[in-house]
């Protein structure tokens, strides 16, 4: 694909390129990717994306909180005399007015960044070692940025992982009940709700202040994450969502993806299982850098940090299905509904596991 529009969108942005070929890239839920090919050959490539701004509501706020992290990692890197800094921190290319986006005649927004070259995306980790890695590079993420100040950054979606507007939310989707979908799916629902109380722990912990607020990345989905080709991890990516968080959402968003041995949209809920060895190596690898800098109530809480993220992805799925699949892209009709019953199922298995993932986080604590 070589759209003009696409071409005439890259060349508003502060660089020259010489464009071979634009192509869709990627398996995102939010925004649209697009890889930038470049001549010649072994010239740096791009990536192209147009931000959601029906989601992200202040696209120039999350730009700023993305220069300012990314500014903040870099000088951290070039200091610590680190190799090739550029495939370790995202590099944003600013547009020719000097903004971090280009707008389009529609008012969409596009930003343009550096495509890390060699990188592997896994959406299925198999190796514990792999997940180990992985751990360490979002434990290291949080403690990089731990000496930034929590108020220069906005709140790129107000109450992201807040569990009690986010079940507030819920709520209001039951009564509206737009797409005539909750008498079909009381029993879901039901199990979404009943655990209400348990699940918002976390946010009323903030709240109280029993639990800090830090600057987390908040979509530790596996695919946000580089790895060269022996297994390193390059770069912490997807950087949209990074703003004042909690770091138990990180570690539980990490194990929703990693500890499931199947992908969130499982149609056949038999095949979701526990995958005890990557959480184990990932409980280890992210206390290997984060024990330094957790209090001891967030220490407590980790393994239930992931039973509280599948259950509030669950409630996400469920919600966007009863408002008529207005926030997720979707591969098919239903698919929302298929990812929050492989959701809450996964939840459940987290559930018949929940002693033995204490007793990791304590084990791994003591190495
Ligand atoms: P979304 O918010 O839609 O998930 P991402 O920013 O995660 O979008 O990008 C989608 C995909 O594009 C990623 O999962 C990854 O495969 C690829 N990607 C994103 N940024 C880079 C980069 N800097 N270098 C290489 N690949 C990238
Ligand atoms: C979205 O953008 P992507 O695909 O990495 C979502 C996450 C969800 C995830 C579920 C901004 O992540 O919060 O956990 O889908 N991002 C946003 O797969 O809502
Ligand atoms: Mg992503």
Not at 110 to 130: G, H, M, R, S, Y
Not at 172 to 178: C, L, R
Not at 186 to 197: A, C, H, M, V
Request: net charge negative; charged share 25%.
């Amino acid at each position: 694909m070589n759209n003009p529009l696409f071409s005439e969108l890259v060349s508003d942005f502060d660089i020259n390129l010489n464009i071979k070929s634009i192509a869709s890239y990627g398996t995102g839920h939010i925004n649209d990717t697009f890889l930038v090919s470049t001549l010649p050959e072994d010239a740096p490539d791009y990536i192209l994306q147009r931000k959601n701004h029906k989601i992200f509501k202040d696209v120039e706020g999350m730009m700023k909180n993305i220069v300012i992290t990314t500014d903040h990692i870099r000088n951290k890197l070039e200091k610590a005399g680190v190799s090739e800094v550029n495939r370790k921190v995202m590099t944003y290319i600013p547009a020719k007015d000097g903004k971090m986006y280009v707008n389009d005649k529609d008012g969409n927004f596009w930003t343009l960044f550096l495509f890390i070259a060699d990188c592997v995306v896994v959406e299925n980790i198999q190796k514990p070692d792999q997940a180990y890695s992985a751990a360490r590079a979002f434990g290291h993420f949080q403690e990089q940025l731990s000496d930034l100040p929590g108020d220069l950054l906005i709140e790129t979606i107000p109450n992201f992982h807040n569990g009690l507007s986010r079940l507030k939310d819920f709520q209001t989707a039951i009564s509206n009940d737009a797409a005539g979908r909750v008498s079909d799916n009381q029993w879901l629902i039901k199990s979404i709700l009943d655990r209400g109380n348990e699940m918002t722990s976390i946010q009323r912990g903030l709240n109280d202040k029993t639990l800090p607020l830090r600057i987390t990345h908040n979509d530790t989905k596996i695919n946000n994450i580089l790895f060269d080709q022996d297994n390193n991890t390059l770069c912490i990516i997807d950087l949209d969502t990074v703003m004042p968080g909690s770091a138990l959402y990180d570690f539980g968003d990490a194990i929703r993806t990693l500890g499931n041995t199947a992908p969130e949209d499982e149609p056949d809920l038999s095949k979701i299982t526990f995958n005890k060895p990557i959480y184990e190596a990932f409980a280890k690898g992210y206390l290997s850098e984060a024990k330094s800098f957790l209090i001891q109530a967030e220490i407590d809480n980790l393994a239930f940090s992931c039973r509280y993220m599948a259950w509030e992805q669950g409630m996400r799925f469920l919600c966007d299905f009863l408002n008529g699949d207005t926030y997720y892209k979707t591969d098919y009709q239903g698919h929302n509904l298929v990812r929050a019953k492989a959701q809450i199922r996964y939840l459940e298995v987290l559930e018949e596991n929940r002693s033995v993932m204490e007793e990791i986080v304590r084990e791994s604590c003591l190495n």
